[in-house]
């Protein structure tokens, strides 16, 4: 089950963790949180199946990126699982943000319109 | 590495993550039903678990991120196999029955090597007692002991032990015939046990003439002391003279070999005979190599105190530990049990790998199915590796229950010489040398199924819907099995048909006598009122006319020795004119004249003994082996033949050769372990009250005397219960040891080697019941995967005769070069048989062609009626399952 999630959408998986991480480094936040966040600062683009954000914090947790608690929320008067971004979840953050930009970087020069002079 | 282990660890955490994950999709979902209820969506609640996507996806999903998935699969296969092998009890039962059969037995086997040659003796540290043995096991005479005090004395604890078969050991009215341990002052200190109460013996005790000391067992103190506190001081009757009890041993106290009595040894320096056993414990500072210095260094002063002739002998002594002086013969046997059992081991799982083949071939289709939606190739190999490990564990597990459930039987039947005080358990040793064994064999004999699945063709498999799939590979895996597994059985059928000829002929071996009738009855003559030929002659006399007397006696006689018994061994001179010309030992006996009707005993030339034979006149007469050996087709009558000097005995002239009669061998002119399996040795016969003092006190220091009754007698309990009354009245404080038929004698004779051969048989038989199912299933197999091709032959007019013997002709080629193999190994065993028990154990070529006979009709048996069956079955119907 695992590896054919992996095969259907490699690249997308890979892209939620890093942006759950770099949600992550702004604070602690719980799940709902978290998607909203994505949601919102994407400008509406992103639009997560909340149902598989759960499976990417999991994983992320067990990677180690990432440290849960659950813990009373002062206004709300009940317990949220809250996500904190560990120091090798920074780490991986970095490296994982540099490769994106790289990456993003070739695209565009893949996708730049013909006859634009090469500089 | 790490993750795994979070992985581990995260296994145990997972029911708490999966309470989480409900808990946050819940909050989730009503967080979202809040939002959309506050954007004014009209059904908020449905809103927000659209949103929320596919729940229960993500429970998998999340589950899956937790669930290690290789780790799980283990599990996983495991509840798979055991679920599959319910589905097949038939053959998971015979599979586990085989498997554990196997294991069981092995580690029975295991137990007893293991007990003989790794469990410690029950003396402290008793790895260092070491002791001076040529390697048949020979032991030393005083002047070697003395040398080896001198010499060793300072650096270890140095002690002698020689044997006493038996005592009489008389306290008040109470008398019992006992084993003793004749022992010098260090015995003690060697062994690293002292006694209980009171003490060991002095140095002047243990010297010539010094007070008669005597040290008991535990068991004895109890027995015939009733445990009274006083015992220190107590005198008591042994072997007729007074000894004082000066030590008890500890209770559980066993010495090598077990003795119920010791006494002080008192070993000459001029002793020069080789009865002693040297026992040595260095010290703890001294390490092997300084132990082997000292040895090279005795050896020089050995070399230098004895004559020449003795050279070669004193060469050859070395050091062994005291362990391993016990378990010499059995070694022999408890090996032949061993290969035998390795033998059905094999055929049990060439068998359960076959029958997993099978099974394996006939789910090709399912195995090609699985394979086209996605299952690897590795993890249907890793299920069926996993099969096979769950049916050797079970089996595994339940021949060790088996073997643990057998221990205490075993114990019983281990004789206490062996034991020494030990208890036969089932070591953690064996235990997980069983497992391990188990799980390597049962995964290799898994892989012959496991690696035909690699070569399934899919879309052949799936495409001709065959039941039955095959591939090449897996048949020549077949076909190699089976191979194998006949070869097992015919070897272990051939050691069984080897046995059971030995121990016919064993049957069937010309006695010498005639046994019907005869009673035999064991007392042992010690002690001063014994201890003149003349007091032992009068005593003999007496008696022998009290039972003769008797209702139903016919014939009463009194030897040293019966048949089928060892006699004693004395060194004779060789005479002049003989064909020996070294002094050997011959079985020496004393009998009075009655003997030989007594017995039966055929008198081939001359004269036998008669009640004339008391004057001054020393006279023999020889048996036909004794007059083979020494004088071949010559007449030995008139002969003059002497012992060695020192035994003091005139030279007796030979006055007539009587029949062969079977004994124990002993003297080194015949091997085998038993007296029906060995050729009669060279014997003498000399009449009882010609019999010197020196010799007479040898005899009974060594032997009990033996009264021969041939009775006409049917009701022999009776008759013996009136022969023991008899005896008990003739004297109080000498014991009657032992009264049995002589036929009893004759079958103690046997009966190790025919439990031997029983064992064997069973496993034959086993094993060959294994083979033919193998070669059933072989037949059956190939016969339904070319059913199709049946059907068309009998469809178009076949003669179904024609088709059978097509099937089996596939089926004798393998049926012959697994026997032919299986011969071709046992004859290289014959000569390790030969060696073991003898020559009457030699393979018959007459056996090896019945048992091949008998294996070839079984296995063509067991071929023909599953190809009768596919021969006979209806065209159409097979036809129309394709």
Redesign the interface.
């Known amino acids: ?2 590896p054919q ?1 992996a095969k259907k959408g490699a690249l997308l998986q890979g892209t939620l963790d890093m942006l759950i991480l770099r949600t992550l480094e702004r604070g602690e936040a ?3 949180d978290i ?1 909203h966040h994505i949601h919102r600062t994407s400008r509406d683009v992103l639009r997560l ?4 954000l ?2 990417a914090l ?2 992320l947790e ?3 990126l990432v440290s849960a608690k ?1 813990e009373l929320h002062k206004e709300r008067k ?1 317990e ?2 809250y996500y904190k971004l560990t120091s090798t979840g920074r780490r991986q953050l970095r490296s994982e943000a540099s490769r994106w930009q790289e990456l993003a970087e070739a695209i565009a020069n893949i996708m730049r319109p013909e006859g634009v002079d090469e500089r | 590495m790490a ?1 795994l282990l ?2 581990l660890v ?1 296994r145990y955490r997972n029911r708490r ?1 999966a309470a ?2 409900k ?3 819940r ?2 979902e009503e ?2 039903r809040e939002e959309a209820e506050r954007r004014g969506v009209m059904d908020a609640s449905s809103e927000a678990r659209r ?5 229960l ?2 429970q ?3 589950r ?3 669930i290690a ?1 290789r780790l799980d699969g283990v599990w996983q296969d495991v509840r798979l196999a055991f679920r599959q092998l319910r589905r097949a009890p038939v053959f998971a039962a015979t599979a586990i029955t085989m498997s554990a059969l196997g294991i069981g037995v092995l580690a029975m086997v295991f137990s007893v090597v293991n007990l003989l040659f790794l469990v410690p003796l029950p003396f402290p540290d008793s790895t260092r007692i070491l002791t001076l043995v040529t390697p048949d096991g020979g032991g030393i005479d005083g002047v070697s002991f003395h040398a080896a005090q001198t010499r060793l004395g300072d650096v270890a604890a140095v002690a002698a032990q020689r044997r006493i078969p038996g005592w009489n050991l008389a306290v008040g009215n109470q008398a019992e015939y006992i084993g003793g341990l004749r022992v010098s002052a260090h015995f003690f200190d060697v062994l690293g046990i002292q006694p209980a109460i009171g003490r060991s013996f002095s140095a002047t005790e243990d010297t010539a003439g010094g007070p008669d000391a005597v040290i008991l067992s535990f068991d004895i103190w109890q027995r015939l002391l009733q445990g009274r506190t006083d015992v220190i001081g107590q005198v008591v009757s042994l072997g007729g003279s007074p000894h004082e009890v000066v030590g008890i041993m500890p209770e559980g106290f066993r010495s090598v070999p077990p003795a119920d009595a010791f006494v002080p040894l008192r070993l000459s320096p001029l002793d020069n005979t080789l009865n002693y056993l040297l026992l040595v414990r260095f010290h703890a500072d001294v390490n092997e190599q300084q132990s082997d210095t000292l040895l090279n260094v005795l050896h020089a002063d050995l070399l230098s105190a004895h004559p020449e002739s003795t050279h070669p002998r004193i060469r050859s002594l070395r050091w062994s530990r005291l362990q391993d002086t016990i378990g010499r013969e059995p070694l022999l046997l408890s090996l032949i049990l061993t290969v035998a059992v390795s033998f059905v081991v094999i055929v049990a799982y060439t068998n359960i790998a076959g029958l997993q083949l099978l099974r394996t071939m006939a789910r090709h289709h399912e195995i090609a199915a699985r394979m086209a939606i996605g299952g690897s190739r590795f993890r249907i190999v890793q299920q069926l590796l996993t099969e096979s490990l769950v049916l050797g564990g079970v089996g595994g597990i339940v021949g060790m229950l088996l073997a643990a459930g057998s221990m205490p039987v075993l114990n019983r039947m281990l004789p206490p010489e062996l034991l020494v005080g030990r208890t036969l358990t089932l070591d953690w040793r064996v235990v997980a040398f069983g497992i391990v064994l188990t799980a390597c064999v049962s995964m290799f004999f898994g892989l012959a199924p496991a690696l035909t699945v690699r070569r399934v063709d899919l879309r052949h498999a799936l495409a001709t819907n065959q039941r039955t799939g095959g591939t090449k590979a897996g048949g020549w895996w077949r076909r190699g099995l089976l191979v194998s597994q006949l070869a097992a059985t015919m070897a272990l059928l051939v050691i069984a048909g080897t046995l059971v000829d030995y121990v016919r002929q064993m049957y069937g071996a010309p006695l010498g006598f005639d046994p019907r009738g005869v009673v035999i009855a064991k007392m042992s003559l010690q002690g001063r009122s014994f201890e003149d030929p003349t007091q032992v002659q009068a005593f003999a006399d007496h008696a022998l006319s009290q039972l003769q007397n008797l209702p139903g006696v016919q014939s009463v006689a009194l030897a040293n020795h019966v048949p089928i018994e060892r006699g004693l061994n004395l060194p004779l001179q060789p005479p002049s004119g003989s064909r020996v010309d070294q002094i050997r030992a011959v079985d020496w006996r004393c009998v009075t004249p009655d003997y030989f009707p007594a017995l039966g005993i055929a008198v081939r030339k001359g004269r036998p003994l008669t009640s004339a034979d008391r004057g001054t006149t020393p006279v023999a007469v020889v048996n036909e082996s004794f007059a083979r050996a020494y004088f071949g087709s010559e007449d030995p009558i008139g002969n003059v033949i002497a012992l060695a000097p020192s035994l003091s005995d005139p030279p007796r002239e030979i006055v007539g050769v009587v029949a062969d009669v079977r004994s124990r061998p002993g003297t080194g002119w015949t091997r085998g372990f038993t007296a029906l399996g060995s050729d009669p040795p060279p014997t003498v016969y000399v009449p009882f009250h010609q019999m010197p003092k020196t010799a007479l006190s040898l005899a009974q220091r060594t032997f009990p005397m033996v009264w021969v009754l041939s009775t006409n007698s049917e009701a022999t309990g009776t008759i013996e219960r009136q022969i023991a009354q008899a005896l008990r009245a003739l004297d109080r404080e000498t014991p009657l040891m032992q009264i049995q038929p002589m036929s009893a004698v004759i079958a103690s004779d046997i009966s190790t080697p025919r439990a031997m051969m029983l064992a064997v048989v069973a496993f034959g038989t086993v094993a060959l019941l294994i083979a033919c199912i193998g070669i059933y299933g072989l037949v059956a197999y190939s016969a339904s995967q070319r059913s199709r091709e049946t059907a068309v032959r009998v469809a178009l007019g076949a003669n179904r005769l024609a088709l059978i013997r097509a099937f089996m002709v596939e089926t004798s080629l393998i049926a012959l070069v697994g026997v032919a193999i299986g011969l071709v190994s046992m004859l290289a065993l014959s000569g390790v048989l030969k060696a073991t028990l003898g020559s009457l154990a030699s393979i018959d070529p007459g056996t090896v062609v019945a048992i091949t006979g008998l294996l070839l009709v079984v296995l063509a048996t067991a071929g023909y009626i599953p190809a009768r069956r596919a021969a006979g079955v209806d065209p159409l119907a097979s036809l129309r399952q394709d």
Do not use: C
Not at chain 1, 49 to 52: C, K, L, Q, V, Y
Not at chain 2, 51 to 55: I, Y
């Open positions: 089950m695992a999630i719980h799940g709902h998607a199946e909340h149902g598989s759960y499976p999991h994983r067990r990677k180690g659950w009940r949220f699982k | 993750s979070r992985r995260a993550h989480d994950l808990e946050e999709l909050i989730h967080m979202a949103s929320l996507g596919n729940t996806q993500a998998e999903d999340a899956a991120v937790w998935p």
